[in-house]
């Protein structure tokens, strides 16, 4: 009784010490600053870093209709250039010599049809250069550069689909392989110095898919069940923009939003093919000042260096808004900052944020309403200097409140096992929280639960709970419970999933043609996502990485 009591203290405690993660989330007000305008009003284009200079690449302009121009911000000015092609909602790639691919887009005003075009830009001269053309016409797509310097590139608007690579030593396109599904709005994310993930929560039509399934460059496809439910960002920015890994270490991970069928936002998570939601220390708001609603621009940007992301929202007055997550910490402390009212309507649809060396939030053109009417301004929001505000008032509330509850909780506790042990029904072959009290009774009740374990391959049934298991050896389940508590130093699942980790790799071993939907469904698994999750928990590798190192 007293190692309960304990227990639930000692919760009591951390649930207090840390009631400031329970908090809403707290807003900040920063300010925007209002940058010259574009030379064109532009929607459809990208906008990418390039060395220290902000560029804005094609798109279309007013009257929706196609603008072949670029421009550049230098000395408080912006600069304009002459493209070979408009690439509206193409695709632009920064090469790791610096230079920019520039590819594909619609074809004609309106936003009508796909293009074949392609051109490079150098930085150093300011010049593009039209070569070539893609291996199929597309729009609305992306793309992601490799370690050995090729390009993977997917997706279309209302055409075919499938997997093409640009090599830019012979500056050739080639279609590689075919894709399980025809996407638009394409995240391509490199998972591997030669590998990528290529999915979407779009059809070629902008329309929800179903079920989303996840494209491998040098792997078989796969089911994610959470992209059912939280459809990924609709327009993608750069992967890399988004990316929260080291690829030095071989670690391949990213932050992107989720939006959900009521609009609630979430961050999932992508390690490899494992994807999660990020924990936050409070729900992501979807109103600001006055009770306004926001909007958020399904991208995410991340600044490495201080371990945060950023998503741009607007709210219905004339106020921009920039959520910002502390991804480094579990859960991820969210801070909300706003500007004051400007004196002309906000928008960010259209048009893809990027983050400047400073830490702060730039952002061009874009649409209001339609796509006949672009804008031409710019803003900078400062984010990079901000800092959150104090809440000390809604800590102390929490405080008391979360004491208050966790005392009703305890009384609750005490009454729920004092109605527990009145139950049970002890005999002379059952095992009880007294029995087990010594070292030699838990070990021969642990070597029980292993055995039965083992021998009925209990673990298989991936509805297997506790009280099956308790039931199989004749103990009570706060026996069993606190034994593998005690002796394994786990909760039960973790205890479970062993068994199955175990089994899928003899599995692996012993049927090395085995696909891998066929591994975790008879190993007991309920899920795809679980058994990759567990997997790399457990062993530190992918499944496919485990299989090759064991097979050489």
């Given amino acids: 009784m007293k190692r309960y009591l304990f227990a639930l203290a000692a919760l009591l405690f951390v649930h207090i010490a840390h009631a400031g993660t ?3 989330c707290p807003m900040v007000k920063i300010a925007a600053e209002r940058l010259p305008d574009l030379h064109t009003p532009r929607a459809g284009h990208q906008t990418i870093l390039v060395g220290d200079e902000i560029t804005v690449f094609g798109g279309h302009t007013l009257g929706y209709v196609l603008t072949p121009t670029a421009e550049y911000f230098r000395d408080g000015e912006w600069h304009q250039m002459e493209m070979v092609y408009a690439h509206d909602n193409g695709m632009a790639v920064l090469l790791d010599s610096g230079s920019v691919l520039l590819a594909g887009g619609h074809e004609k005003n309106l936003g009508i049809g796909q293009s074949y075009e392609v051109e490079m830009y ?9 070569f070539g053309c893609l291996d199929q016409k597309r729009a ?13 590139i997917s997706g279309n608007w209302y055409g075919d689909d ?3 690579m640009f090599d830019p030593k012979t500056r050739q396109f080639r279609h590689v392989k075919e894709t399980t599904a025809s996407r638009s709005f394409v995240h391509v994310l490199r998972v591997g110095n030669d590998d990528a993930l290529v999915f979407s929560s779009m059809d070629v039509k902008g329309e929800p898919f179903d079920s989303v399934i996840v494209d491998r460059l040098k792997g078989g496809p796969f089911y994610v069940p959470l992209l059912k439910e939280w459809r990924n960002a609709f327009f993608p920015n750069h992967s890399t923009e988004g990316f929260i890994g080291d690829m030095s270490k071989g670690d391949y991970a990213y932050l992107m939003p989720g939006i959900n069928d009521v609009g ?14 990020l924990p936050t220390d409070a729900p992501i708001p979807t109103t600001g000042v006055s009770g306004e609603k926001i909007t958020y621009v399904p991208n995410i940007i991340v600044d490495r260096k201080a371990g945060r992301g950023y998503i741009v929202g607007t709210g219905q007055s004339c106020r921009y808004y920039v959520l910002a997550v502390d991804y480094r910490q579990r859960p991820a402390p969210i801070t909300l900052y706003y500007t004051d009212l400007q004196e002309e309507r906000c928008h960010v649809s259209g048009t893809r944020p990027v983050l400047t060396p400073e830490g702060n939030i730039f952002i061009c053109g874009g649409i209001l309403d339609r796509n006949f009417k672009p804008q031409s301004s710019a803003w900078l929001l400062r984010v990079g200097t901000a800092a959150p505000v104090s809440s000390t008032s809604w800590l102390l509330l929490l405080t008391i409140a979360i004491i208050i509850l966790s005392c009703l909780a305890l009384a609750l506790y005490f009454y729920w096992r004092r109605q527990q042990r009145a139950a049970i029904d002890i005999d002379a072959d059952t095992y009880t929280d007294a029995d087990a009290d010594t070292d030699a009774d838990i070990d021969a009740l642990m070597q029980r639960i292993n055995e039965v374990m083992q021998s009925q391959r209990l673990f298989l049934n991936s509805n297997l709970r506790l009280e099956d298991v308790a039931k199989a050896i004749g103990a009570n389940r706060t026996a069993v419970s606190g034994c593998i508590n ?4 786990g909760q039960f699942k973790q205890f479970v999933n062993n068994y199955r980790i175990v089994y899928a790799q003899q599995l692996m071993l012993e049927k090395p043609d085995e696909k891998m ?11 795809e996502s679980g058994f990759f999750r567990t997997f790399k928990k457990v062993t530190g590798l992918s499944p496919l990485e485990w299989k090759k190192q064991q097979t050489g």
């Avoid at 609630?264 to 939601?277: G, N």
């Fill in 22 to 24: 329970l908090t809403t």
């Fill in 140 to 152: 609305l797509f992306g793309g992601e550069q490799m370690g050995d310097g090729q390009v993977v």
């Fill in 162 to 164: 499938g997997i093409e």
């Fill in 122 to 130: 150098d930085p150093r001269t300011h010049t593009f250069e039209g």
């Fill in 486 to 489: 005690s002796r394994y130093g």
């Fill in 264 to 277: 609630q936002l979430a961050i999932i998570e992508i390690r490899d093919t494992l994807f999660s939601l």
């Fill in 517 to 527: 939907l066929n591994v975790w469904t008879q190993s007991g698994f309920a899920s």
